[in-house]
């Protein structure tokens, strides 16, 4: 059974696990804490970008010779695999470690394996410390690995009455400009934002992730993905602009037989194959509702503007829902106050795989 040290150490390894959020992409996030011998913290260790050292080798050579015999407190199983960097595994064995405490195995047919080479090697290995924090600070690459596609994030500005556009079609702007911050924020963090061509026609968005104030272009931009299946999309798009990688999704590439529309599964596999792990799902109504009505979203995040419109489109369309049994259920998971709005994340209670 795991020590208060080792349930501790666990903490602070999801922690530094956080720090690699929105650039280890397609690799996950993970943390690792090394205690020495007598139970004190000797090194500490996160996977910080994709190529880059793992959680466990930043930790050792920070520990040095206090490693052996010590424990190894990490987030997800050590690797297995010889890829970029030599197997995990191999190297805390060699290292003359004790004992590896594991949040979450590998669900990666490639890398996992790590906690039988430990144990062959004479190393004492436990795991589901902490999981259920592990598993959440994780979601999207876990998921995106056991699904084979992208964890689908739908996020949508309405006012308090469920509008996402007055009756004359404006929607700019729904909510605040802190909110606004937020989404963009959000955006730097995951690999593809998803739009329908509705949206690129109606408001013309750039889909970039950059700081509102001053136009600059975060570091890492976001593959923009606009969902098309005829081709609409104006050659002078604002998403066609240089600033970011795009991808206008047709149905010629992405139709099944005798269908006129993109395949959604399809495109999400495709996605998955281009190594997207999290897709943020900007809209608009109607795209939302194909992809909820088809089992697709993982999360929804709704930020509610404190006004009214009474007449305007919907935040939702066509999601495949008729009658009140039918509805898609949510729980809500967290509501904040972005400046002067509410933002909800909900999660879906069934996702299809
Ligand atoms: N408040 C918000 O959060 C928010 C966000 C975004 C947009 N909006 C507003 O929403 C409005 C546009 O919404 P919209 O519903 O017309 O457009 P949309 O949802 O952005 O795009 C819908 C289009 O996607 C295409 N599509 C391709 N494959 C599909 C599939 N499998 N299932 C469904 N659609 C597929 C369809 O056109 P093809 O068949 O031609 O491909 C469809 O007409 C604008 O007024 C915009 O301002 C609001």
């Given at each position: 059974?795991?020590?208060?040290?080792?349930?501790?150490?666990?903490?602070?390894?999801?922690?530094?696990?956080?720090?690699?959020?929105?650039?280890?992409?397609?690799?996950?996030?993970?943390?690792?804490?090394?205690?020495?011998?007598?139970?004190?913290?000797?090194?500490?260790?996160?996977?910080?970008?994709?190529?880059?050292?793992?959680?466990?080798?930043?930790?050792?050579?920070?520990?040095?010779?206090?490693?052996?015999?010590?424990?190894?407190?990490?987030?997800?199983?050590?690797?297995?695999?010889?890829?970029?960097?030599?197997?995990?595994?191999?190297?805390?064995?060699?290292?003359?470690?004790?004992?590896?405490?594991?949040?979450?195995?590998?669900?990666?047919?490639?890398?996992?394996?790590?906690?039988?080479?430990?144990?062959?090697?004479?190393?004492?290995?436990?795991?589901?410390?902490?999981?259920?924090?592990?598993?959440?600070?994780?979601?999207?690459?876990?998921?995106?690995?056991?699904?084979?596609?992208?964890?689908?994030?739908?996020k949508y500005a309405a006012?308090?009455?469920?509008?996402?556009?007055?009756?004359?079609?404006?929607?700019?702007?729904i909510t605040s400009?802190a909110a606004r911050?937020d989404v963009?924020?959000?955006?730097?963090?995951?690999?593809?934002?998803?739009?329908?061509?509705?949206?690129?026609?109606?408001?013309?968005?750039?889909?970039?992730?950059?700081?509102?104030?001053?136009?600059?272009?975060?570091?890492?931009?976001?593959?923009?993905?606009?969902?098309?299946?005829?081709?609409?999309?104006?050659?002078?798009?604002?998403?066609?602009?240089?600033?970011?990688?795009?991808?206008?999704?047709?149905?010629?590439?992405?139709?099944?037989?005798?269908?006129?529309?993109?395949?959604?599964?399809?495109?999400?596999?495709?996605?998955?194959?281009?190594?997207?792990?999290?897709?943020?799902?900007?809209?608009?109504?109607?795209?939302?509702?194909?992809?909820?009505?088809?089992?697709?979203?993982?999360?929804?995040v709704g930020y509610l503007a404190?006004?009214?419109?009474?007449?305007?489109?919907?935040?939702?369309?066509?999601?495949?829902?008729?009658?009140?049994?039918?509805?898609?259920?949510?729980?809500?998971?967290?509501?904040?106050?972005v400046?002067?709005d509410l933002r909800v994340?909900?999660?879906?209670?069934?996702?299809?795989?």
């Amino acid at each position: 059974m795991a020590s208060q040290a080792e349930i501790a150490a666990m903490g602070r390894a999801v922690e530094l696990a956080a720090r690699g959020l929105g650039t280890t992409s397609p690799n996950p996030v993970v943390g690792c804490v090394i205690l020495d011998a007598e139970g004190r913290v000797a090194g500490e260790g996160f996977h910080a970008y994709a190529g880059g050292p793992h959680a466990e080798i930043v930790a050792l050579a920070q520990a040095g010779e206090r490693a052996r015999s010590g424990t190894v407190v990490v987030t997800l199983e050590p690797c297995d695999h010889h890829g970029k960097t030599g197997p995990c595994s191999v190297a805390l064995a060699g290292a003359g470690v004790a004992r590896v405490v594991i949040g979450v195995t590998d669900p990666h047919t490639h890398a996992a394996g790590g906690v039988d080479t430990l144990r062959t090697a004479g190393v004492d290995v436990e795991v589901g410390v902490r999981a259920p924090e592990v598993e959440a600070g994780n979601i999207a690459w876990l998921t995106a690995v056991r699904r084979h596609r992208p964890y689908l994030t739908w996020k949508y500005a309405a006012t308090l009455d469920g509008r996402s556009a007055a009756a004359d079609g404006t929607s700019m702007w729904i909510t605040s400009e802190a909110a606004r911050m937020d989404v963009h924020a959000h955006r730097s963090t995951v690999d593809a934002v998803i739009v329908g061509v509705g949206t690129v026609l109606a408001d013309n968005p750039q889909l970039t992730a950059r700081n509102l104030r001053d136009g600059s272009l975060a570091i890492r931009q976001p593959l923009r993905v606009v969902v098309d299946s005829e081709g609409r999309t104006p050659p002078d798009a604002r998403v066609r602009d240089g600033a970011a990688p795009t991808w206008v999704a047709t149905a010629a590439e992405l139709g099944g037989a005798g269908e006129t529309q993109v395949d959604l599964r399809w495109l999400l596999a495709r996605l998955y194959e281009r190594d997207v792990r999290a897709a943020l799902l900007e809209g608009g109504p109607r795209l939302a509702g194909a992809f909820l009505a088809a089992g697709l979203v993982d999360k929804v995040v709704g930020y509610l503007a404190p006004r009214l419109l009474g007449a305007g489109s919907a935040a939702l369309v066509d999601a495949g829902v008729g009658t009140i049994a039918d509805a898609i259920e949510l729980e809500f998971v967290d509501v904040t106050r972005v400046g002067p709005d509410l933002r909800v994340i909900a999660l879906p209670r069934k996702v299809e795989s």
